[in-house]
């Protein structure tokens, strides 16, 4: 049986979703032509198969992605706290091996995976703190990083101040609160 959700916080607004719909159009739009009949000759048949084969699966998670992110929040219970965006992002971090908090700006690198401005989700690289998995509605700038173990989450709740109260009873003794006031 789950633990009872004591706080669930919403992630701060962002335009990051009209990004991902840019994206989202423009994988569409480039796959068109291999639906299309006529466009290409019947002699090209397998560069359509391989096209749909990369086209079809991305525009699908695009989609998912896009769908999950009205559901995005950080839940606290006793024991955890819970990021989630949609099903597809899910991180549980015992409450009991985190060791700082704090806000801070990360340093992005040129290889990432899902960051665009307003938005970044999963596992995503940074030069300065190596790989942080996001579920925030900011890529870099004002990130609440988590550290637990050798792991680090970043999120970005939209009420810092309320977050910081409910999260820090929860918070070993040892653990370090750098999140500055708001």
Same mark, same amino acid.
């Given at each position: 049986m789950a633990a009872p959700v004591l706080a669930s916080f919403k992630p701060a607004r962002s335009y990051g979703w009209a990004w991902l719909i840019g994206l989202t159009t423009l994988v569409a739009v480039s796959a068109?032509?291999?639906v299309m009949p006529g466009l290409l000759p019947p002699e090209e048949r397998g560069a359509v198969w391989i096209g749909l084969g990369i086209m079809v699966p991305l525009l699908a998670f695009l989609l998912a992605i896009l769908a999950s992110l009205p559901a995005m929040r950080?839940?606290?219970?006793?024991?955890? =706290?819970?990021?989630?965006?949609?099903?597809?992002?899910?991180?549980?971090?015992?409450?009991?091996?985190?060791?700082?908090?704090?806000? #801070? #700006?990360l340093t992005p690198t040129l290889w990432s995976s899902m960051r665009m401005p307003g938005l970044a989700i999963g596992?995503?690289?940074?030069?300065?703190?190596?790989?942080?998995?996001?579920?925030?509605?900011?890529?870099?700038?004002?990130i609440l990083l988590v550290s637990a173990g050798k792991r680090r989450y970043g999120l970005t709740p939209s009420d810092?101040?309320?977050?910081?109260?409910?999260?820090?009873?929860? =918070?070993?003794?040892?653990?370090?609160?750098?999140?500055?006031?708001?």
């Amino acid at each position: 049986m789950a633990a009872p959700v004591l706080a669930s916080f919403k992630p701060a607004r962002s335009y990051g979703w009209a990004w991902l719909i840019g994206l989202t159009t423009l994988v569409a739009v480039s796959a068109l032509p291999l639906v299309m009949p006529g466009l290409l000759p019947p002699e090209e048949r397998g560069a359509v198969w391989i096209g749909l084969g990369i086209m079809v699966p991305l525009l699908a998670f695009l989609l998912a992605i896009l769908a999950s992110l009205p559901a995005m929040r950080y839940d606290l219970t006793n024991d955890e =706290l819970m990021l989630s965006c949609g099903p597809l992002y899910r991180y549980r971090i015992p409450c009991a091996e985190i060791t700082d908090v704090r806000r #801070t #700006t990360l340093t992005p690198t040129l290889w990432s995976s899902m960051r665009m401005p307003g938005l970044a989700i999963g596992g995503v690289l940074y030069a300065d703190t190596g790989t942080v998995k996001m579920c925030a509605t900011r890529m870099s700038r004002d990130i609440l990083l988590v550290s637990a173990g050798k792991r680090r989450y970043g999120l970005t709740p939209s009420d810092e101040a309320a977050f910081m109260t409910a999260l820090s009873p929860l =918070l070993p003794r040892t653990a370090t609160s750098g999140a500055a006031e708001v």
